[in-house]
């Protein structure tokens, strides 16, 4: 069976599970999942794209403008997935998915009045990945990984924050994906803020940069770090405490374990490093997939891990991050987003050692 065939028989399960006539997917990531790869945006920083999908047990159609109709038919060759079309002139409101949907049981991906929400089973759905997307999220690994490594080593005391970012989102266009999250911060700011949005200010010694690249819908996601001089001692040891927390989380997602347990083990070594309560200051992550995360982790999640979900998690003590793309493989994790000449530490968890990011030290 297709990509696309196994994507509609869980489409149409998960209508049996909920007892609905239809689902409408109005979100650019459930619109790339369910098309295998296809785009619905224009604007890259929308949720909600310029196409919908309404989904029944026997027909599939495809809402949009006309302005976009001639894309996704040509390019994105939607047609011939099986799509009816249904354009409307740009200058005038859809009115054929309330006609369509009339008198039906509806779920969809987004909030709507009288419509059941199946935002967190869609993600759930949209993390757990095929074959044909687990290689494309392989190589969208390997893109941010090369992006973030050339963008970072080409970093300089005195550039402005705009200067990286603009680094950064070169290095990862230029391979093909889009650099829809890029985080910059230097020297102090990499301490007061866990979301640095990239500003003037100029790098004196030390960096932190943030990339969720996407490609074919799919969104990987890498941090790294640099300095310039000698790590300071404090630092050092929050480098070495996040890094131990970082190899916890992904020594605990294992198949069958569920997101509570795994926070739950974040948490415990959090509090094993000396830095008890720093958990509280951000999120730490969770199963990636057509979003940055298509969950994110809490003490009572009971989501369950699975083989071929990707994973990013991203514990931070306040000066030191941690965060790669692990895909969930069988027999153990694979790191997609490792950088090969990127220098590691070597910390022990429960007995076992593994190998995270350090800082990068210029001397």
Same mark, same amino acid.
């Given at each position: 069976?297709?990509?696309?065939?196994?994507?509609?028989?869980?489409? /149409?399960?998960?209508?049996?599970?909920?007892?609905?006539?239809?689902?409408?997917?109005?979100?650019?990531?459930?619109?790339?999942?369910?098309?295998?790869?296809?785009?619905?945006?224009?604007?890259?920083?929308?949720?909600?794209?310029?196409?919908?999908?309404? @989904?029944?047990?026997?027909?599939?159609?495809?809402?949009?403008?006309?302005?976009?109709?001639?894309?996704?038919?040509?390019?994105?060759?939607?047609?011939?997935?099986?799509?009816?079309?249904?354009?409307?002139?740009?200058?005038?409101?859809?009115?054929?998915?309330?006609?369509?949907?009339?008198? $039906?049981?509806?779920?969809?991906?987004?909030?709507?009045?009288?419509?059941?929400?199946?935002?967190?089973?869609?993600?759930?759905?949209?993390?757990?990945?095929?074959?044909?997307?687990?290689?494309?999220?392989?190589?969208?690994?390997?893109?941010?990984?090369?992006?973030?490594?050339?963008?970072?080593?080409?970093?300089?005391?005195?550039?402005?924050?705009?200067?990286? =970012?603009?680094?950064?989102?070169?290095?990862?266009?230029?391979?093909?994906?889009?650099?829809?999250?890029?985080?910059? =911060?230097?020297?102090?700011?990499?301490?007061?803020?866990?979301?640095?949005?990239?500003?003037? /200010?100029?790098?004196?010694?030390? =960096?932190?940069?943030?990339?969720?690249?996407?490609?074919?819908?799919?969104?990987?996601?890498?941090?790294?770090?640099?300095?310039?001089? #000698?790590?300071?001692?404090?630092?050092?040891? /929050?480098?070495? =405490?996040?890094?131990?927390?970082?190899?916890?989380?992904?020594?605990?997602? #294992?198949?069958?374990?569920?997101?509570?347990?795994?926070?739950? #083990?974040?948490?415990?070594?959090?509090?094993?490093?000396?830095?008890?309560?720093?958990?509280?200051?951000?999120?730490?992550?969770?199963?990636?997939?057509?979003?940055?995360?298509? $969950?994110?982790?809490?003490?009572?999640?009971?989501?369950?891990?699975?083989?071929?979900?990707?994973?990013?998690?991203?514990?931070?003590?306040?000066?030191?991050?941690?965060?790669?793309?692990?895909?969930?493989?069988?027999?153990?994790?694979?790191?997609?987003?490792?950088?090969?000449?990127?220098?590691?530490?070597?910390?022990?968890?429960?007995?076992?050692?593994?190998?995270?990011?350090?800082?990068?030290? @210029?001397?």
């Amino acid at each position: 069976m297709s990509e696309f065939r196994r994507k509609l028989e869980r489409i /149409k399960a998960l209508l049996q599970r909920e007892t609905l006539d239809a689902v409408l997917l109005k979100r650019v990531s459930s619109f790339a999942w369910a098309t295998c790869g296809a785009a619905s945006y224009v604007n890259t920083a929308v949720s909600e794209g310029e196409a919908s999908l309404l @989904i029944t047990p026997d027909h599939l159609y495809l809402f949009t403008n006309n302005i976009e109709a001639t894309r996704l038919e040509q390019e994105e060759k939607l047609a011939e997935q099986g799509w009816e079309f249904r354009v409307s002139p740009w200058h005038r409101q859809r009115e054929e998915i309330s006609q369509l949907t009339a008198g $039906l049981w509806l779920g969809a991906d987004v909030t709507m009045q009288g419509v059941k929400d199946l935002g967190r089973a869609l993600a759930y759905e949209r993390s757990c990945l095929g074959p044909e997307e687990i290689e494309r999220f392989r190589q969208l690994g390997k893109i941010c990984a090369q992006a973030m490594n050339a963008a970072i080593r080409a970093v300089k005391p005195g550039m402005s924050e705009y200067e990286m =970012a603009g680094l950064l989102a070169f290095e990862t266009e230029r391979r093909g994906a889009q650099a829809i999250v890029n985080l910059v =911060a230097s020297d102090e700011r990499v301490f007061r803020f866990r979301h640095p949005l990239p500003t003037a /200010k100029r790098m004196e010694r030390y =960096a932190m940069l943030v990339l969720c690249g996407r490609k074919d819908g799919l969104v990987c996601s890498i941090t790294r770090l640099i300095h310039f001089g #000698r790590l300071p001692d404090e630092l050092r040891r /929050k480098a070495e =405490a996040v890094a131990r927390v970082d190899a916890a989380f992904i020594q605990a997602t #294992r198949p069958g374990a569920t997101l509570g347990e795994i926070f739950k #083990r974040g948490q415990a070594e959090y509090a094993a490093t000396g830095f008890a309560d720093e958990w509280e200051l951000h999120h730490q992550g969770g199963p990636a997939g057509y979003e940055p995360r298509e $969950l994110v982790a809490t003490p009572f999640a009971r989501e369950e891990v699975v083989v071929g979900q990707v994973y990013a998690w991203n514990p931070s003590i306040t000066g030191a991050k941690s965060e790669d793309s692990i895909l969930i493989g069988e027999e153990g994790n694979e790191v997609l987003t490792a950088i090969d000449d990127w220098p590691m530490l070597t910390v022990e968890v429960d007995g076992v050692e593994m190998q995270r990011p350090a800082i990068l030290e @210029i001397l």
